[in-house]
């Protein structure tokens, strides 16, 4: 699993993305479709049109970081939230995780945590 701080957001594109796509290419997308910095220090997710391939772009300290994978068989299974509306959504890194193993989350269920009230 990964172990990110709390403080790393994941933005998931909600469109398929072209997968020629690299560091200026993506960084566009983050900037025109998804309205925010590619140079926050979240990470972006992208996914082609068939879901066999995902790119994962986050800008450290002094330059942008692509992480990739295909699948050789099969495709990734994403959630209805994350195939609906414009530019993003956000995910939990727990989830990404389980998408990128392949396991599919349409019959899982959230339970109740609690929050502390916002500042």
Known sequence: MMTLPPSVQLY??????DAR??????SLYVQSVM???????HLFIFFNRR????RIQYWDRNGYA???KRLEQGRFALT?????GGGSATVEAAELALILEGI??????RR???EPLSC
């Open 112 to 114: 109740p945590r609690w």
């Open 35 to 41: 309205g925010l910095s590619p140079l926050c220090g």
């Open 80 to 84: 209805p939230k994350l195939l609906s």
């Open 12 to 17: 998931v594109a909600t469109q398929p993305v």
């Open 104 to 109: 599919t989350l349409s019959g899982a269920r």
């Open 21 to 26: 796509k690299s560091f200026s290419g993506l």
């Open 51 to 54: 879901r066999d391939q995902v």
């Open 66 to 68: 692509i992480w990739k």
